[in-house]
């Protein structure tokens, strides 16, 4: 609940900075507009009873027409900031936030993955040792030690669910954080898209992204029409955004990464456990 507040979060201040923009420059021009707008009545009373000596002024109303430094820096630094306004939202800036929402629900996963890698760990020693017996003498060591600790090396329904259903929630958050960086990235698709959001008369804020791993693609959908936008990412359509891996590929790029070569499994339960038989 509190990361997705984060996103929600995230996407308000967006849309905040980019109404704020707008807001700054109209506030600023328009105090200077008023200030000219005095200044040119000033002017106007003064052209006609200056010719016809029926009026005086009492010598001080021209400096409540003046243009102080203070409007001039406000107004220059609003059209500085407006410079870089984008009246259809950020959309590589929304890419990125749902990036890092997907980042921190992955990263929660994998803490409830590994609690219970955790868990189950005395089931890799179990492992080692069951394998590396080849003797009736060292096979009745094995009997001994399950014996001995049945009851530790138990592994329990809800520690494998837990296990189980987190290795899915990695899988999806992974997928759709890469998904949307991946298009954030890539300017074809980034102007594809945002020619989608003026198209639709909208802007990035308001449209509804997302992955859909079986379409292969990445879509945004509008609140001012039911049609979607999708980029595919499957190197199917002319972006050319070709992610997906093979299962190979995929576990080869997990067996040279720091999480893996520093787990259990890689270091072997005495290394990891016990800082012992570790290989140099």
Not at 33 to 45: R, S, Y
Not at 179 to 202: D, H, M
């Amino acid at each position: 609940m509190k990361k997705a507040l984060k996103i929600l979060f995230l996407s308000a201040i967006g849309s905040v900075a980019l109404a704020n923009e707008l807001d700054n420059l109209t506030q600023t021009s328009n105090e200077i507009v008023n200030q000219i707008d005095t200044g040119i009545q000033l002017v106007g009373a003064a052209s006609e009873f200056s010719h016809h000596g029926d009026g005086l002024s009492s010598g001080n109303l021209s400096g409540t027409a003046h243009i102080t430094s203070e409007h001039l820096e406000a107004y220059n630094s609003a059209l500085l900031g407006m410079s870089n306004y984008k009246p259809y939202g950020d959309l590589k800036a929304v890419l990125e936030n749902k990036a890092a929402g997907e980042l921190d629900l992955m990263d929660s996963a994998i803490d409830t993955f590994t609690e219970a890698v955790v868990e189950m760990i005395q089931v890799v020693e179990v492992a080692e040792i069951s394998e590396a017996a080849s003797s009736p003498q060292e096979e009745a060591a094995v009997q001994e030690f399950v014996a001995e600790n049945q009851q530790v090396l138990a592994i329990s329904q809800d520690t494998v669910s837990e296990y189980n259903e987190s290795l899915d929630d990695i899988e999806t958050h992974a997928n759709n954080a890469s998904a949307y960086i991946a298009v954030a990235n890539s300017e074809s698709a980034v102007s594809f898209l945002e020619q989608g959001i003026e198209n639709a008369n909208t802007t990035a804020e308001q449209t509804n992204i997302f992955y859909d791993a079986n379409a292969q693609w990445v879509a945004m959908g509008y609140n001012t029409t039911r049609n979607l936008t999708a980029v595919y990412l499957n190197g199917t359509d002319g972006i050319g955004l070709d992610l997906y891996m093979s299962e190979a590929d995929i576990l080869t790029m997990g067996s040279e990464s720091e999480f893996y070569l520093t787990g259990p499994t890689a270091q072997g339960y005495n290394c990891f456990i016990k800082q012992t038989d570790c290989e140099l």
